[in-house]
């Protein structure tokens, strides 16, 4: 059982279908439908003069990632290793943007970031092949070591030689 989320002081949630929010194409094999994407709206704090008092163009985009069936395991484990800073304790991504005057742009940024998090991850980085250092580099930080000794040893004091 989790524990109740925080309400925010949006304007609106768009728990129903949202005009500006369609299914989300990350490649061939997968797509989020819209109705897994949360989209709120506020005001922002970006450009716009006066009208950015009056119209809500800040949006913010909640995904739950931690239980979603639709991506693969090996990609849901990239991502909370990835991003799992930015994960909730109720394993939702939150994602916002106040970029440009009008929500739609701010919807479409905020989806942009989202398919770029999970087109980051879908490719399993290939692991490192250890390599023994160079002669050529043991000599470089021997050399370092030693200038860093000497320049040392010269601020200090005088000896009594």
Partial sequence: MQPPRRTLAVVRIAR????????????????IPA???????ARSSGPGGQ????VNSKVTLRWQVRDQPLIPDGWRDRFLTAFGTRVTIHGEIVLQSDRYR??????????????QML???AVP????RKTKPTLGSKKRRLD?????S??????????MD
Avoid at 35 to 41: D, N
Wanted: charged residues 40%; contains cysteine.
């Fill in 16 to 31: 129903e279908k949202d005009p500006f929010v369609e299914n989300l194409v990350i490649n061939r094999r997968l797509t």
């Fill in 35 to 41: 109705s897994q994407l949360e989209v709120s709206y």
């Fill in 51 to 54: 009208n950015v008092n009056k």
């Fill in 102 to 115: 009008d929500a739609p742009r701010n919807l479409q940024d905020c989806c942009d970031k989202l398919q």
């Fill in 119 to 121: 087109l980051q991850v």
């Fill in 125 to 128: 980085q290939k692991a490192r």
């Fill in 144 to 148: 370092s070591k030693k200038r860093q």
């Fill in 150 to 159: 000497d320049k040392k040893r010269l601020r200090g004091r005088p000896g």
